[in-house]
């Protein structure tokens, strides 16, 4: 009994005093025996087993049953590795976790830890994974030699799990913890990282492929769009396969990440197996969990995002790709748009969810009829980026034609109608762009990207085009560059501030969207023109559709504002978004660049002047008061200008800027931007005029950061952009040119 009791005691007492980063009292070798002793014993108890009870054959308890207590040790274990690789202790904490790391050896713990595997508690033997994965990493980190960086026993475990298949119970621990080594050799900072990645790719490869084709057998015939047989009776299946989509995931990010000449094949399982993947999204024998998680990992991989949802950080594209990365991504859409073309679509589910579940599944009371239920939009932008994509990587390879880019978007359409998305008594089919992606950020900037991408490779500039057949054309397909932009800028309210949220943030790819957006618009403005008159005439119907009148702006980040109208029914959480000082020394020649501009000519050596007009007379500067009142009205943005991130600097710039008299437009007279604004009214309506103004507004506030050295990167080529859009503006509209 005493016995017992010491154990316990033992085994608590050392994971307290490591977690006040504190050697515990016991000698070395005393607690790797009692860690030991745990771990031999099997789990046979009851939950409400006492651990003393089962042990004495006594009534007296210490209310520790046995589950608990393996469960604390394995956590301990885990956190004297975690601690070990940390290098934060002190050094007498490290030296005796150094001891009993030491003894853990001795004693063989690794064996003891890899037996849990087979154990049916699932916190047991998902612990033992978590906890087996922290002690291979740490071998891997501190292992100085080329043999023996793979620990033998959990290598020779998971090949043995791996090629048995989803039959064994110990194939989801073994998923598990070969998971958890990558995840944490993808974040260490080794220099070695690439070398012992390298090695662990080549020890298990032909043992991953031959465990990714029990599921997702490899197709030597096309036997079109067949439901795929799931090995859907074995135990926990869900689990395994939910398991194997991260596997495949982690597999991808590690190709994207480090960067090698040499591909591992199992690296590319994600590609290769698309097919049968497409084909598990469209399963009956699938739930519908799991089609949801396939159509994000195939969303991921054509966008190069794979393992941005495994807590891997950001992916940042190395300098380089291995040769099969072209032929891969090729392969990977010409898959997806075969089986759109196959009506692959009308297999793929969506189901109804709660706009107060927070994404997931309907499950509350009086389910049959909630007013408040909506599609999936999660599966909505999985599917629509994936199409969307996988037409942009066929059009740069050249193998796809205008029929086919307009053939499929058509079936997407149908997709989305049919699912609840509401485009058949649109007015303007351009609305489909906010309707499904306005939720998420980074999908509505990689929708927005794609789109322009495929519009400017299906519409090459032609002098002898009517510009507004062009129009009338791109907005029955829904596919007009200029009416996604001003939707895009109508849910912000035309707000500058939150624009130069989205700018700051690393998030979203809209500095690479507006870049492009801007070249585009400075050679098509009367295609922006005739979109803006198109959305004045089709306005009440498009504000009905998207069940919004005037969105929600950002005044702190990652949070959305409650909104005091009863029209707002959308709520917007924006980027948060961190904005570093540089250095006084910097000029507007040096900084970070996050977009490449050397195939335009923006990339001038030319500093961008800014017009001052607006200190030489004051009369002239307030340039608003020249517009009509019920303008005015129609132009007001919330009045807080704040910026995310706290920034002290940044907010009082933009406060400054917003109770200031404004810049004028260019340095244009107030009575002459008068004159314009009349005209702009007649031609564009207020559309038109708001949308310049923002673009106007976020040119001033830019450079006035960039002069404090408030900007986080070189913005010389975008206020050059932003300038070029007003005076093509003026060269258009002003009645003295």
């Known amino acids: 009994m005493d016995g017992i009791k010491d154990c316990v005691e033992c085994i608590t007492d050392a994971y307290t005093c490591l977690l006040n980063g504190s050697p515990p009292n016991q000698i070395a070798s005393d607690l790797v025996t009692n860690i030991c002793a745990v771990l031999c014993r099997n789990v046979t108890l009851q939950d409400d087993s006492c651990l003393l009870c089962a042990w004495s054959n006594t009534a007296k308890c210490s209310h520790v049953n046995m589950t608990e207590l393996t469960c604390i040790t394995l956590t301990l274990v885990d956190k ?25 050896q001795e004693a063989n713990v690794m064996s003891r830890l890899v037996n849990r595997f087979h ?78 990645l390298q090695k662990l790719l080549m020890a298990f490869d032909p043992h991953l492929t031959t465990l990714v084709s ?6 030597e015939v096309d036997d079109g769009l067949s439901a795929v047989h799931l090995p859907t009776n074995t135990r926990s299946w869900g689990v395994t396969f939910s398991s194997l989509l991260d596997l495949l995931e982690i597999l991808c990010a590690s190709r994207l990440m480090c960067s090698t000449d040499v591909c591992s094949p199992c690296q590319r399982l994600a590609y290769t197996r698309a097919r049968p993947l497409i084909k598990t999204a469209a399963s009956s024998s699938c739930n519908y969990i799991l089609k949801r998680r396939v159509l994000l990992l195939m969303k991921r991989t054509l966008l190069q995002k794979a393992g941005e949802d495994l807590a891997l950080g950001e992916i940042s594209a190395p300098a380089s790709r291995d040769e099969h990365f072209g032929t891969d991504m090729g392969a990977l859409a010409d898959t997806v748009l075969g089986a759109v073309s196959a009506e692959w679509l009308r297999f793929v589910p969506v189901e109804m969810v709660a706009a107060a579940s927070f ?20 599966m909505l932008r999985a599917v629509g980026l994936a199409v969307l994509k996988s037409l942009e990587l066929t059009l740069q390879t050249g193998a796809a034609a205008d029929r086919t880019v307009a053939a499929c978007l058509g079936v997407l359409f149908g997709f989305l109608q049919d699912r609840g998305v509401p485009l058949a008594e649109s007015s303007h089919l351009c609305c489909w762009y906010l309707l499904v992606f306005t939720e998420q950020d980074d999908d509505m900037m990689e929708a927005a990207k794609t789109l322009l991408a495929l519009y400017l490779r299906n519409n090459s500039p032609c002098p002898g085009l009517n510009p507004e057949a062009v129009s009338a054309t791109s907005c029955s397909s829904g596919f007009n560059p200029h009416c996604h932009f001003l939707l895009f800028l109508r849910s912000l309210s035309f707000d500058p501030s939150t624009l130069l949220d989205f700018l700051i943030s690393s998030e979203t790819c ?13 050679a098509d403005f009367p295609g922006f023109l005739l979109a803006c008159r198109t959305m004045e005439e089709s306005d009440p119907r498009v504000r009905a ?3 919004f009148s005037v969105p929600v702006r950002v005044g702190t980040p990652g949070t959305a504002l409650a909104a005091s109208d009863r029209d707002r029914t959308k709520l917007f959480t924006r980027p948060t978004a961190h904005v570093p000082t540089r250095p006084a020394s910097t000029g507007l020649g040096s900084g970070l660049c996050l977009v490449d501009y050397s195939s335009s000519d923006e990339s001038g050596s030319e500093e961008m002047e800014v017009s001052q007009a607006s200190h030489k007379d004051a009369d002239e500067g307030n340039w608003r008061a020249k517009l009509p009142d019920s303008e005015i009205r129609a132009m007001s943005a ?32 107030a009575s002459q931007f008068g004159q314009t604004t009349g005209l702009a009214h007649t031609q564009g ?12 507004d976020l040119r001033r506030v830019v450079a006035k950061l960039n002069t404090k050295n408030l900007f986080p990167y070189n913005p010389k080529s975008l206020l050059k952009l932003l300038a070029q859009a007003e005076e093509v503006h003026l060269s258009h509209l002003s009645p003295n040119t």
Request: glycine share 8%.
């Open 80 to 104: 004297i590795h975690v601690d070990l690789m940390s290098q934060t202790m002190r050094p007498e904490t490290t030296l005796y976790l150094s001891q009993i790391q030491q003894v853990f």
């Open 119 to 196: 154990t049916d508690d699932q916190m047991i033997s998902h612990l033992a994974a978590k906890c087996v994965s922290s002690y291979v990493s740490y071998q891997l980190h501190t292992s100085v030699s080329v043999e023996g960086e793979i620990n033998q026993i959990w290598q020779q475990t998971c090949v043995q799990a791996f090629q048995n298949g989803p039959t064994g119970k110990e194939l989801d621990p073994c998923m598990w913890s070969f998971i958890n080594v990558f995840k944490r050799l993808l974040k260490d900072s080794d220099k070695r990282k690439t070398e012992i």
């Open 214 to 219: 029990h599921f997702l057998p490899e197709e």
């Open 359 to 378: 994404g997931g599944p309907y499950r509350g009371p009086g389910q049959g009829g909630g007013r408040n239920r909506k599609p999936d939009h999660v």
């Open 510 to 522: 809209f500095l690479e969207y507006l870049v492009r957006y801007l070249k585009h618009l400075r």
């Open 545 to 547: 559709q998207l069940s």
């Open 638 to 669: 919330p009045a807080d200008g704040s910026l995310p991130d706290g920034t002290a600097q940044v907010q009082d710039v933009v406060r400054d800027h917003g109770q200031e008299r404004p810049t004028p437009y260019l340095g244009l007279a």
């Open 685 to 696: 309506g207020r559309t038109l005029t708001r949308s310049l103004l923002c673009l106007s």
